[in-house]
């Protein structure tokens, strides 16, 4: 079953780079068309060629899949024996499924506090290693080793420290304090799973951020000093708008991976306790490969998409009002 | 030709030339599989390490001491992948002919195994044998999907060394629930408890079985009877009430619950008999075995294991079906008693077990046998032991009650 996600993660990622118009002086303007309109029909073919393995991959493994799982969400559909078509039933049977708001629910809470935390820690980090710090790169490396490391392995430590008698509660007991059950309450389970995402993730931001800092022009910022401008007013008035193509990109990446979010409740709570930790993605891949409900998940996976782009198409329409593109 | 053209044939044939060679190199892996018509019987089972491989070569080579002419070759993913992958691979091309499966999944897998009675009737398989509860539990509307090979009661594993050393007398083949908490919580103190509970509702469901309560009734879900709530909520409470035992998380799998018991971190666990040998190995206590406490004191065993079935497009059910009756075979049973630890389905082979153990933990398994209920389930049972595990957690907490948890996975999968 193929995720209507791949698209959107494909189409923003294009999208994302809507850059200003920065062409060096050097690179010639494109040929304008050849009076008369005659076609150079030779570089079509040639192109044609050179874009047929990876044409035929998007083909294959982007677009096939995903129409599958559109017609598919139309199915009462088995991993084995015969599919009955149903029409929009699974799509009904979504919104009569009370699950379905839960799990949509969680997952909103969590992609909006996640993102959030994720680029206010990413970009404190950043702005950090941008002053004159001893070993910013050193700490660069450290920060981005989390994004590396297998996520299983990650939430795996993580489900180690947050345990009732893991290494957190422990710590909290030596200093008098009785540590509440971070993954087994309600109240505590989802902001774990948050805490870990966000430890995991922030690092590529801030590999993100302080390269956009780096692209800050000097001379503003020294020109901005000598006018006596002090620390807040340049984050304010010269950082975070330069700064803000590069935020917007993170926003709109960070958000987008946040709706697909799975490893983390799958092993760190498993979606408890309760429903207070299951994500759309793990509601998806339970209904398709431990329920054996492939036309239900096919339907979840294209309200998924649908979800997914919505907020993103209003990040893009709402960037007008905040990403500056001057330089 | 003209130069122009030349070039852009020149340009044109490099290209497809290149694309295609890297088309080549990115497919040249992979290559046939399966087996030649008339050729072995392929078994897809779960074979999650070594161990699991030479357990069914295991079958494989006894079975061949009983008819020479078995040829068997084993195929398959993790024990946790099986049961998706074993959908998608009667879909695909070159199916396999044999199937494992556990009673406990028989309804799930209904769709995939052949009823073999049938082919009973025609090579006179004497199923009055086997075990009853696990011929039961692999019947789904009315016809049997599998022979099972092993019958499983689950017991109670206890450390008979903390037992003395807390002046306890050791449990017999008769155990009451009184009885079991007072020794639980002469066991338990501040920072030590007596019971390991794993979360998920196959433990829940062998406790509410000892007392007689049952989950499926009419091979429909009844969560929701009064009996089952109690039993439930007894168990819940050995860790909100009695305080007995400490509440499993929802992630924990049923290892930590096992290294608890043999760590000494705890001194009961409620378990498999398949566990003895892995168990006895771990721990460096003596190990005791009795039944899962009842109200009565009397043995009421969940009966759990597995057995062999034929796909549904399995082209040669006939010589499956005669795999399957080597395999089951009496001597084969007793030989995997002996040297893998199974509590053989046939009675004549049951013996075989005590093999290397202790006698009282072959008399609980014995007294469990002679009263055992296998562990009934519907084709959505996958989706009530995941919301056990997920609303579970609640009930051991107190923060919920057995009737709430039981009502709320009732209506979600709304059968």
Redesign the interface.
Same mark, same amino acid.
């Given at each position: 079953m193929a995720s209507p996600l791949i698209g959107a993660a494909v189409s923003s990622e294009t999208a994302a780079p809507a850059a200003p118009e920065t062409r060096p002086f050097h690179v010639p303007h494109p040929s304008p068309p050849r009076r008369g309109g005659k076609k150079r029909r030779?570089d079509g073919? %040639?192109a044609l060629?050179?874009l047929?393995?990876g044409l035929?991959g998007f083909v294959f493994f982007i677009v096939v899949p995903l129409l599958g799982s559109l017609v598919i969400s139309l199915f009462e559909w088995? =991993? !084995?024996?015969s599919p009955t078509f149903v029409g929009f039933a699974n799509y009904q049977k979504l919104f009569s499924d009370p %699950?379905f708001y839960t799990v949509l629910f969680n997952t909103v809470i969590f992609a909006f506090v996640y993102t959030a935390l994720n680029l206010a820690l990413a970009l404190a980090i950043s702005l950090w290693l941008n002053t004159r710090v001893k070993f910013a790169g050193f700490w660069r490396v450290i920060f981005f080793l989390p994004a590396i490391t297998p996520m299983v392995a990650n939430a795996l430590v993580w489900?180690l420290l947050l345990? #009732?008698n893991g290494i957190v509660n422990s710590t909290l007991a030596s200093i008098g304090i009785d540590g509440p059950?971070w993954? /087994? #309450? /309600?109240r505590f389970a989802l902001a774990s799973v948050i805490a870990m995402s966000v430890w995991q993730s922030f690092g590529y931001n801030v590999i993100v951020l302080s390269a956009g800092l780096g692209g800050i022009p000097k001379e503003i910022l020294e020109a901005s000093r000598m006018d006596g401008t002090s620390a807040w007013q340049r984050l304010k008035s010269i950082i975070l708008p330069m700064l803000s193509p590069s935020l917007f990109f993170t926003m709109t990446m960070t958000m987008i991976g946040a709706f697909q979010v799975f490893v983390q409740p799958q092993? =760190?709570?498993?979606?408890?306790?309760?429903?207070s930790t299951?994500t759309f993605v793990l509601y998806l891949y339970?209904n398709g490969?431990? !329920? #054996?409900r492939l036309g239900y998940a096919s339907a979840l996976a294209w309200m998924l998409f649908v979800v997914v782009m919505l907020i993103t198409a209003l990040q893009f329409a709402g960037q007008k009002r905040w990403v500056n593109y001057d330089k | 030709m003209k130069p122009r053209s030349t070039r852009t044939a020149v340009r044109v044939g490099t290209a497809l030339l290149m694309a295609g060679a890297l088309a080549a190199l990115a497919g040249c892996s992979g290559g046939s599989g399966g087996n030649a018509s008339g050729g072995p019987i392929t078994m897809y089972t779960w074979v999650s390490s070594q161990s699991d491989r030479d357990q069914w070569q295991g079958f494989i080579d006894l079975g061949k001491k009983v008819d020479p002419s078995l040829d068997v070759t084993i195929e398959g993913p993790s024990f946790n992948d099986y049961w998706t992958k074993v959908k998608t691979r009667l879909s695909g091309s070159n199916p396999p002919c044999l199937l494992t499966t556990q009673a406990a999944r028989a309804q799930e897998l209904s769709g995939l195994l052949m009823p073999l009675d049938d082919l009973i009737k025609k090579y006179k398989l004497d199923t009055s044998a086997f075990d009853s509860s696990m011929l039961k539990g692999m019947t789904v509307d009315g016809t049997i999907r599998a022979i099972p090979y092993d019958a499983e009661p689950i017991v109670l594993y206890y450390n008979k060394d903390a037992f003395t050393a807390a002046g306890l007398d050791l449990p017999s083949t008769t155990y009451t629930r009184e009885q079991f908490l007072a020794d639980a919580k002469k066991l338990t103190t501040a920072d030590h408890k007596a019971l390991a509970i794993a979360p998920g509702f196959f433990i829940p469901n062998a406790w509410a079985i000892a007392d007689g309560a049952e989950a499926v009734k009419g091979g429909k879900l009844d969560l929701t009877n009064s009996k089952l709530v109690d039993q439930v909520q007894s168990y819940f409470d050995l860790v909100k009430k009695d305080g007995i035992a400490k509440a499993p998380e929802a992630a924990d799998a049923s290892d930590a619950s096992q290294a608890a018991f043999t760590s000494g971190a705890v001194d009961m666990l409620i378990e498999g008999p398949w566990m003895y040998g892995t168990f006895a190995d771990a721990a460096k206590f003596d190990l005791g075995v009795t039944i899962v406490p009842s109200t009565s004191g009397e043995a009421h065993g969940m009966t759990a294991g597995s057995g062999f079935g034929i796909a549904k497009n399995c082209k040669d059910p006939d010589g499956a079906f005669k795999a399957i009756v080597a395999m089951t075979d009496s001597s084969v049973l007793k030989g995997q008693a002996e040297k893998r630890g199974i509590v053989p389905s046939r009675a004549d082979a049951q013996s075989a077990w005590a093999e290397g153990k202790s006698p009282e933990a072959y008399a609980a398994v014995q007294a469990l046998l002679k009263n055992a209920t296998a562990q009934l389930t519907t084709p959505t049972w996958n989706q009530v032991e995941t919301l056990f595990t997920q609303y579970g957690v609640e009930g051991y907490r107190g923060d919920k009650t057995a009737k709430d948890v039981l009502n709320t996975i009732q209506n979600s999968v709304g059968q």
């Open positions: 030779g073919l %040639t060629a050179y047929w393995p035929a088995p =991993l !084995f024996g %699950t489900r345990s #009732d059950s993954l /087994s #309450d /309600s092993i =760190l709570t498993q979606g408890g306790p309760g429903e299951n339970r490969f431990v !329920f #054996d | -």
